[in-house]
C-alpha cells in the first residue's frame, strides 16, 4: 500500500548542537571546562547564533572564552562575580552583567585590539545561574533564556513578545526525560533520545481560559517553532502560489482555489490534480478530481494537506481551438491577400 501523508519538518536540528552542551550542565554541578590543544576548537562546535543572542548574562553564569592567540583567556572558564563583573587576564575587570553573549564578544574584541591585530573571541556560557529554556525558529525575540521560579508556556511566550507573521500556529514542545514526560495525552517518548515531545495549538492556548496545553516549562525544555505550512497551487489559475494553513490540519480543494482567485481561462475543470507527497520518498502521487462536480454540490470536496500541490491543467480542447485558428488564419492571409490584389 502507498502511504501518503502531509509534509512535516522535521524539529531543527540546530538545537540539538547546543542540546548536548546542556544535558552537561547538571543543576548544581558544574561543567568541567574543556582541556587546551595545540590546535583551537572550530567555532562551529558553539551554540549557532540562532539560539544565542538573546540570552542576558548574569551573576553566577560561568562563560567560556575562545581567543585564539590570546593564551592568557583562550580555552579558559570565568564566573561572573555578584557584582556582575569578570576579572581577565591582560583586560582587567569588564562588566559583563546584562549584556548578550554578542555584545559581550563585541566588548572583548574592542579591548583586544591594544594588544593583537584582528582578535577574533567566541563565548559560550558553561553553567547557567538558572536552569535555561530554549526559544528555537520563529518567535519574535529566538533566543535562551533563564528559568526563574514557576513559568508557565504563555508567560514565557509572552514575554518574548509571542511568533512571527510567517509561522506555524503549531509549537512542538522537547523535554529530557529526567523532567518527566510531558503532562498531555498527545505527548510521544523517545526511549533512545531520552526525551518526550508534544505539538501545541496556539489557537488552543488563546481561546481556552485554562488551558490544559499551557503547561509549566522545566529545565533545558526546547520550545520550537517552524514556518507556517503550506499548500502549493500552479497552472490555470488566478493566482499561482503557496496558500497557508495557519492553525488548519488542511483546507478544501473550493477553498485553495477561491483563494488562488479562481480558474483561468483555458482551465480543465474536469481533470484537476493533486500531487501529495509519498512517505520516506521524493515522489508524489497523483489524485485526480473533477472540480466541477465538487462545485455542483455532486461530489464531497477534497482536503489538501501540507505540501500537496494543487495543479490545473489547460484544457486540450481550448488548446485546439486556438491552434485551428491560428492555422485557420495562416491560410486565409494569403488568399484574401491575392483578393485584394485582383
Request: glycine fraction near 8%; avoid cysteine.
Amino acid at each position: 500500500m502507498v502511504m501518503l501523508r502531509g509534509f512535516k519538518a522535521p524539529l531543527l536540528a540546530v538545537v540539538f548542537s547546543f542540546y548536548g552542551l546542556a544535558q552537561q550542565a547538571q543543576p548544581g554541578q558544574p561543567t568541567p571546562a574543556p582541556v587546551p590543544g595545540n590546535q583551537a576548537p572550530q567555532p562551529a562546535e558553539l551554540p549557532p547564533d540562532s539560539i544565542r543572542p538573546n540570552y542576558p548574562l548574569g551573576p553566577n553564569d560561568q562563560i567560556l572564552i575562545r581567543a585564539p592567540g590570546v593564551e592568557e583567556i583562550n580555552e579558559r572558564p570565568f564566573r561572573i562575580d555578584a557584582e556582575g563583573f569578570i576579572n581577565l587576564p591582560l583586560i582587567g575587570r569588564i562588566r559583563a552583567g546584562g549584556l548578550t553573549l554578542q555584545q559581550l564578544e563585541a566588548e572583548l574584541v574592542k579591548r583586544l585590539r591594544e594588544y593583537i591585530v584582528n582578535p577574533q573571541v567566541i563565548i559560550a556560557v558553561t553553567q547557567f545561574r538558572s536552569e535555561p529554556v530554549f526559544f528555537v525558529g520563529l518567535f519574535q525575540r529566538p533566543g535562551i533564556y533563564p528559568l526563574q521560579g514557576r513559568r508557565t508556556l504563555v508567560e514565557m511566550l509572552s514575554s518574548i513578545g509571542g511568533l512571527q507573521p510567517n509561522a506555524s500556529r503549531h509549537i512542538k514542545v522537547t523535554r529530557r526525560m529526567e523532567y518527566g514526560t510531558i503532562p498531555l495525552p498527545n505527548a510521544a517518548e523517545d526511549p533512545e533520545k531520552k526525551i518526550s515531545s508534544v505539538e501545541i495549538s496556539m489557537g488552543s492556548l488563546r481561546e481556552n481560559v485554562n488551558p490544559a496545553e499551557d503547561i509549566v516549562l522545566q529545565p533545558f525544555d526546547v520550545i520550537s517553532v517552524e514556518r507556517a505550512e503550506l499548500v502549493y497551487v500552479n497552472g490555470e489559475v488566478g493566482r499561482v502560489g503557496g496558500i497557508e494553513l495557519g492553525e488548519r490540519d488542511s483546507v478544501s480543494l473550493a477553498q485553495t482555489l477561491t483563494m488562488a482567485g479562481g480558474f483561468g481561462r483555458d482551465a480543465n475543470r474536469g481533470k484537476v490534480r493533486i500531487l501529495r507527497p509519498i512517505l520516506n520518498t521524493d515522489r508524489r502521487a497523483e489524485i485526480e478530481v473533477d472540480a466541477n462536480r465538487v462545485f455542483e454540490g455532486k461530489e464531497n470536496d477534497v482536503p489538501l494537506l501540507p505540501n500537496d500541490v494543487l495543479f490545473v491543467p489547460r484544457s486540450n480542447t481550448r488548446t485546439l481551438l486556438t491552434v485551428a485558428s491560428t492555422v485557420s488564419l495562416a491560410l486565409l492571409g494569403p488568399l484574401l491577400y491575392y483578393a485584394f490584389l485582383h
